[in-house]
């Protein structure tokens, strides 16, 4: 099979407040101490799973990630909702598996 290549575009999560310290921490350190060199990039992984969510149909591999913006998302006054923050990153490359295959 030819390799494709892909532009990668910029990786953008919406996760709740509760869970972003380590999203909080990264941005203080990448971005605002200017710790932004490669050891100090993430990589990620998404993983499709089937129904039954015992077999992984597609897994997504980031690697390269850096973060440049966290923005917590505005709360609506008297809202009961969960807060929320955006956090976007560059991504260099991604990589598609299909199944279990690594």
């Given at each position: 099979m030819d390799k494709v290549?892909?532009?990668?575009?910029?990786?953008v999560i919406t996760l709740s407040e509760a869970y972003a310290d380590p999203f909080f921490k990264w941005h203080e350190s990448f971005v605002v101490n200017g710790k932004n060199e490669l050891d100090h990039e993430k990589t990620?992984?998404?993983?499709y799973l089937s129904p039954d969510l015992k077999s992984v149909l597609i897994t997504v591999?980031?690697?390269?990630?850096?973060?440049?913006?966290?923005?917590p998302e505005?709360?609506?006054?008297?809202?009961?909702?969960?807060?929320r923050v955006k956090a976007e990153?560059?991504?260099?490359?991604?990589?598609?598996?299909?199944?279990?295959v690594l």
């Open positions: 290549n892909l532009e990668t575009s910029n990786l990620g992984r998404l993983q591999d980031f690697t390269g990630l850096g973060i440049f913006k966290l923005t505005k709360v609506e006054a008297g809202s009961e909702n969960i807060r990153m560059y991504c260099e490359d991604i990589k598609f598996r299909y199944g279990d």
